[in-house]
């Protein structure tokens, strides 16, 4: 048989009163007379005792809850309990009681450690099954973090910002845990404010806009009356007296103008000890040449949207790009080649990197075997990545490698710029600004759509006549697209 805990029936003057402490819990036995929990008004504290024995089934209303006269507040089983009671109740408190750790990943060899990026929960945040709880930043992608079970955030050990190792443990969720639960085992001031104070002492401080470490309380134990709110408001009204003028350097009044000062990211920083390990560690030049792009332009407006239809992608330059470049590294071995010590490797394969901007930085993921990608294959290539990056979904795996690289400024509206290295490649084309530009044409002038290239390379590896010779042949390539298709 089942038994409602009521709140006694409180005096007239007394309006409200407050859970003050649960002396047993849920599955906890108990017997007749036995105090189950006190109720503090704003004079005494009433206990409400069992009438006869049993077994605590529920609690409605924790410590701390504000209740009225007559109120359930929980329940309870009458009788010692049967066997199987007794075996579910303590399961119960033990699943709720379980506590799992969430840890970083396991970082791959080439990482030594990683940033904790960003919290998406704080402690007492309720969380569900498969919930993204954490972002874990590595040198190259951003690994999440999921709750394995449903439960409520525990302590977070590691904040934003702080450096840790793979499989370290980082915070804590507990399994089952309520939300309101949590969050009054976890809140100590409003855990010392329900101690210190009595319920209409506590409105009192809510309606003057006072919290327990703003009140010094007079009473025993340092218990907080009103008179001690009324101190403290006199207290905090009263007029501050000027401070007294102090010898000090005198510091730049900014007015409206204000910076901000924020770490860099960890990838930010892994780009800056890049570029500056390129300029530093390799004999880095550029050449340029210049482009027609009147016949793709043509090409792509004359079957843009048939191509579309087929293949269900836009038809970009970026294929384009890729396919000449593909090309132009099967003539030219030595810009698909890469130096390691004293040794010069030459990858029989074709994995262009793209450069790709996302909200974290400028980032290079891999476009495999682009010899063997149809044009619709690679602008679906090329669009997945450029969402993986904007996402933060690219892995490890999406980075790593890479023979050659392809940046395009022009999207940007940059005209001109001299790319730098993407170690170890040997070699980066960067891509610019389409601009209409008058060029002489059989003696006349017209006006066309022309752009810069910019081929960046490791002159230890590559001379120039390759050099130049791998750029012209791009031009050539981009100029008459038709020798794409042929092979010529």
């Known amino acids: ?269 892994t780009i800056a000890t890049r570029l500056l390990e390129a300029k530093n560690s390799t004999a880095m030049l550029t050449t340029f040449n210049e482009v027609n792009m009147k016949p793709i332009m043509d090409l792509r407006k004359q079957y843009k949207d048939v191509f579309e239809k087929t293949h269900d992608t836009r ?6 790009y890729v396919k000449a470049v593909t090309e132009a590294l099967k003539r030219f071995p030595a810009v698909n080649a890469s130096i390691d010590g004293d040794d010069i490797v030459y990858h029989n394969f074709f994995d262009i990197s793209i450069a790709v901007s996302t909200p974290r930085g400028l980032v290079t993921p891999v476009l495999r075997d682009s010899d063997q990608l149809s044009m619709a294959g690679i602008e679906n290539g090329i669009r997945d990545l450029a969402i993986k990056g904007r996402d933060g979904k690219l892995s490890l795996a999406d980075m790593t490698g890479g023979n050659f690289t392809i940046t395009n400024g022009g999207v940007f509206g940059s005209l001109l710029s001299t790319p730098i290295l993407n170690l170890p490649q040997a070699a980066i084309l960067g891509m610019h600004k389409i601009q209409d530009r008058p060029m002489a044409v059989d003696g006349k002038v017209e006006i066309l759509p022309m752009m810069y290239l910019a081929l960046s390379y490791d002159h230890r590896l590559i001379d120039g006549k390759e050099s130049v010779s791998f750029l012209v042949t791009i031009k050539e390539l981009l100029e008459d697209p038709a020798r794409l298709l042929l092979d010529v």
Do not use: C, Y
């Not at 409200?16 to 007749?32: L, M, N, P, S, Y």
């Open 315 to 320: 038809l970009g330059f970026m294929s384009f």
């Open 1 to 269: 048989m089942t038994t409602e805990i009521k709140v006694p029936v409180l005096p007239e003057s007394v309006a409200d009163a407050t859970i003050a402490t649960w002396h047993v819990q849920v599955g906890e036995k108990f017997t007749r007379d036995q105090v189950l929990v006190d109720i503090e008004t704003d004079k005494v504290v009433l206990e409400v005792p069992a009438t006869v024995d049993g077994v605590l089934t529920d609690i409605s209303q924790v410590e701390g809850a504000t209740v009225l006269g007559d109120q359930v507040i929980g329940t309870f089983s009458e009788g010692k309990g049967e066997v199987g009671e007794e075996s579910a109740a303590p399961q119960t408190a033990a699943i709720a009681n379980k506590v799992i750790d969430i840890i970083v990943p396991v970082l791959p060899e080439s990482v030594a450690d990683a940033t904790v990026a960003t919290w998406h929960v704080a402690e007492g945040d309720t969380v569900s099954v498969d919930q993204n709880l954490v972002d874990i930043e590595t040198d190259k992608v951003v690994l999440e973090v999921v709750a394995q079970e449903n439960g409520v955030i525990g302590e977070i050990i590691h904040a934003e910002g702080d450096t840790v190792l793979g499989s370290q443990k980082i915070g804590e969720l507990n399994v089952g845990a309520s939300a309101n639960a949590t969050a009054t085992a976890t809140s100590d001031e409003a855990v010392s404010t329900n101690e210190l104070a009595s319920p209409s002492v506590r409105r009192l401080m809510t309606e003057k806009g006072l919290s327990a470490n703003d009140v010094t309380g007079s009473g025993k134990g340092g218990r907080i009356s009103k008179e001690d709110v009324d101190a403290a408001v006199a207290a905090k009204s009263a007029p501050v007296p000027p401070a007294k003028a102090v010898s000090a350097p005198v510091t730049q009044d900014l007015g409206e103008r204000t910076q901000k000062r924020v770490p860099m990211t960890r990838l930010r920083k």
